[in-house]
Each structure stands twice: as structure tokens, then as C-alpha cells.
Nanobody
Framework: QVQLVESGGGLVQAGGSVRLSCAASGSIFSINGMGWYRQAPGESREFVATITSGSSTNYADSVKARFTISRDNAKNTVYLQMNSLKPEDTAVYYC?????????????WGQGTQVTVSS
């Protein structure tokens, strides 16, 4: 059984910073790509950032230069450092991970963590 557990969300003022963490646990052979998505009220879930096993990164245009994704492979953990936050960044943030079990792989999602940015 694999679980992704997110932490670090909360209420922050516009211009502030928040760091999200997402730790994978369970019977994991290896983890390929990891990423963050978000879903605002009444909106579809949208891509935020991804990072490969080799630490290549990709960002949505809306968060470039403000957010930084990173990972600690020894801890099976992915992070999202969010700076210069705006009210429009308010959303539930979800992490995902493409986990390999040797001959097969599967994408898992975390339960989500709320980030609220006040103006």
C-alpha cells in the first residue's frame, strides 16, 4: 500500500511564502516523476509543476519565477516552495508521484492541502 501525505498548507497574506511537502511511503521500488497540481473552488484541477527523477523541472506559466519544486529521493519527498503568493494562488494543492514496482508503475495522488492567500 502506497500513500502520499501532504503537509504545509495554511493561511498566508499576499506576498508571503509557504512550503509544501509530500512524502511517499509504502512498498516503493522507485519513484519516477513527481508533481503538484491545484484546484480552486469551482475550477478544474490544473498543473502547477513537475520534477523528474533526474530533477528536471517544468512549471505552469502562472507560477514561474515564484514557485520552486524540488525533491529528496532519499526521503521519497517532493517539495513546493511558493513565494510572492497572490490571492489567485488560493486552492487545494495535490501532489502526485509515478511509482515503479519493478515491472509496473502507477500514479498516486495525495489527499490535498489547502492554501489560502488573503489580500
Amino acid at each position: 500500500q502506497v500513500q502520499l501525505v501532504e503537509s504545509g498548507g495554511g493561511l498566508v497574506q499576499a506576498g508571503g511564502s509557504v512550503r509544501l511537502s509530500c512524502a511517499a511511503s509504502g512498498s516503493i521500488f522507485s519513484i519516477n516523476g513527481m508533481g503538484w497540481y491545484r484546484q480552486a473552488p469551482g475550477e478544474s484541477r490544473e498543473f502547477v509543476a513537475t520534477i523528474t527523477s533526474g530533477s528536471s523541472t517544468n512549471y505552469a506559466d502562472s507560477v514561474k519565477a515564484r514557485f520552486t519544486i524540488s525533491r529528496d529521493n532519499a526521503k521519497n519527498t517532493v517539495y513546493l516552495q511558493m513565494n510572492s503568493l497572490k490571492p489567485e494562488d488560493t486552492a487545494v494543492y495535490y501532489c502526485n508521484a509515478d511509482i515503479s514496482f519493478g515491472r509496473s508503475s502507477r500514479r498516486y495522488w495525495g489527499q490535498g492541502t489547502q492554501v489560502t492567500v488573503s489580500s
